[in-house]
Nanobody, 120 residues
């Protein structure tokens, strides 16, 4: 079955960096669009970044553009999110998402999330 396991969150001081990882299994990772979302307390889940499977094209939320790098290692079936210049408002649970082909369409799968807290 599909599994997505995030790791790498924790407490970070403002201006610091963190790299999140999401290890995937149960589907053809190299061909799957992978994304990161986040959900802050009492807010709706919001999209953060996406990377496509074959070409590795990336796209970022405007609110965080310039501070994020999404990447993937298809051999390790892992997607990463590097976040720099972190701000307190980046505090949230960060979720990995896989848009898996299930003909005739797609199914979205989610990890359990990893908490990132930005605080001094």
């Amino acid at each position: 079955q599909v599994q997505l396991v995030e790791s790498g969150g924790g407490l970070v001081t403002p201006g610091g960096s963190v790299r999140l990882s999401c290890a995937a299994s149960g589907f053809t990772f190299s061909r799957t669009i992978m994304s990161w979302y986040r959900q802050a307390p009492e807010k709706e889940r919001e999209w953060v970044a996406t990377i496509t499977g074959i070409s590795g094209s990336t796209n970022y939320a405007d609110s965080m553009k310039g501070r994020l790098t999404i990447s993937r290692d298809n051999a390790k079936k892992t997607v990463y999110l590097q976040m720099d210049s972190l701000k307190p408002e980046d505090t949230a649970v960060y979720y990995c998402n896989a848009k898996v082909v299930r003909l005739p369409g797609f199914l979205n799968y989610w990890g359990q999330g990893t908490q990132v807290t930005v605080s001094s």
